[in-house]
């Protein structure tokens, strides 16, 4: 593929292989019972998946955003449950205490989490709360050498597996978002804090999406994350990285989608051909590579620009707009070429249908990046 060394070929073809062998073959069980891969996650944190982009002094792989993609992307084309698992614990939950920790806390918490012996989750979103997410309601409020947490956290990926969740809450209510939250580190176990329900979902089945729920829950005050008042800067900052990572679901998605779609095209007949002899099919193909390509170059510029220290605000939002509305598109048309086979289990077309819908949504709305690159257009105006 453009512009890729041989190593990060290399990791390609690995983790490929890897999710034929290991995913592939589970995939619709799964989805059909919401069954989420522990044992896959496992053998991932072996390979250095669940840390890909942490140095390995911290029990990282050491790589950057321009693997980290290729990993997703690959492990998305066979199951975007297990792309949004590793997308949320390693550029969610580590990143945060990654860019919001400080040496102590990195020390402590990531090589756990970089290493997969830990899951980790993050938690923004609230019930009243989500592209406003400063208008969160949980409260951290200090007690002693400590503070006690209480709120809630809704769609959490890995709420209910995880080891320990960055929560983010109300420190100072009349600061808010200028300094009035903070992020701390919650590990399971500690009075007070567990996991809610756990939702049935359209698509990504056989992730876990749950409520965190925080009641009187101490947290020592070692456990705020950096500096008290940061939490809502950093956390914006971590999102930067996510939404490239959510930009590589979609593009894992789509191909898996272009590439069924490509394979039932030569294989269905109709008037006596191969449904890919007609040029309204071959048209629709056209585009959706087309346009596949073109997010994958959108969010490759974005992978190099973060592994190069640049802020990426603007192109981090702009792949992740373009590759999750490009991917809904393929994944329709994926859908169409099927025909009435798209819309039965017994093809993968439907579950690419289903699981790509959350890309639009998760890590801001196409209608929130669309707010955040205007923002970052009129900024020099
Ligand atoms: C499967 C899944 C996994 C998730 N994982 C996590 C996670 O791990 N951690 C976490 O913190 N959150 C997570 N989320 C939450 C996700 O980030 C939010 O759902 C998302 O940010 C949207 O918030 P909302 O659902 O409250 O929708 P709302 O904010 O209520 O939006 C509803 C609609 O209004 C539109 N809208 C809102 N404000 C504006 C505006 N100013 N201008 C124009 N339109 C607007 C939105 O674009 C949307 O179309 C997850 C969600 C899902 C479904």
Redesign the pocket.
């Known amino acids: 593929m453009f512009g890729l060394t041989e190593e990060q070929e290399s990791l390609r073809r690995e983790v490929r292989a890897f999710a034929a062998k290991e995913v592939a073959p589970h995939v619709s069980e799964w989805d059909e019972s919401s069954i989420f891969p522990a044992a896959v996650v496992r053998q991932m944190g072996q390979m250095g998946l669940m840390g890909v982009i942490f140095p390995e002094e911290l029990g990282g792989a050491g790589l950057g955003y321009v693997e980290y993609v290729l990993a997703i992307e690959e492990l998305s084309r066979v199951d975007g449950s297990v792309g949004i698992i590793v997308a949320?614990h390693n550029s969610?939950c580590t990143n945060h205490i990654m860019l919001g920790g400080d040496d102590a806390q990195r020390k402590r918490w990531i090589p756990k989490l970089a290493g997969g012996e830990w899951l980790g989750?993050?938690?923004?979103?609230e019930p009243g709360?989500?592209?406003?997410a400063g208008g969160m309601r949980t409260t951290a409020v200090r007690k002693g050498d400590g503070w006690v947490l209480n709120g809630s956290?809704t769609?959490?990926?890995n709420g209910t597996y995880a080891n320990c969740a960055v929560v983010l809450a109300l420190t100072d209510r009349e600061k808010g978002t200028h300094g009035g939250i903070s992020a701390f580190l919650v590990e399971k176990g500690m009075a007070g804090f567990r996991p809610g329900k756990k939702e049935n979902?359209l698509g990504?089945r056989a992730?876990d999406?749950a409520e965190l729920i925080l009641e009187d829950c101490f947290v020592p005050a070692d456990h705020l994350l950096g500096v008290e008042g940061a939490g809502f800067k950093d956390a914006m900052r971590v999102l930067d990285g996510g939404r490239i990572s959510i930009a590589a679901l979609s593009l894992g998605i789509a191909r898996g989608a272009l590439d069924a779609a490509l394979k039932y095209a030569t294989q269905r007949r109709q008037f006596g051909k191969a449904i890919s002899d007609f040029q309204g099919v071959q048209f629709k193909l056209a585009t959706m590579a087309t346009e596949l390509d073109a997010a994958w170059l959108l969010t490759m510029r974005a992978a190099r620009m973060k592994d190069a220290g640049q802020k990426v605000t603007l192109e981090a939002s702009m792949a992740k707009l373009y590759a999750s509305e490009v991917a809904c598109r393929i994944c329709d048309e994926g859908v169409q070429i099927h025909g009435g086979y798209g819309f039965i289990k017994d093809y993968p077309a439907e579950k690419f249908y289903r699981d790509v819908k959350?890309c639009t949504?998760?890590?801001?709305?196409?209608?929130?990046q669309r707010?955040v690159i205007a923002r970052e257009l009129l900024k020099n105006v």
Do not use: H, N, Q, V
């Open positions: 949320s969610l989750a993050w938690g923004l979103t709360s989500g592209s406003d956290k769609f959490i990926t979902k990504l992730s999406t959350l949504i998760g890590e801001g709305t196409s209608e929130i707010i």
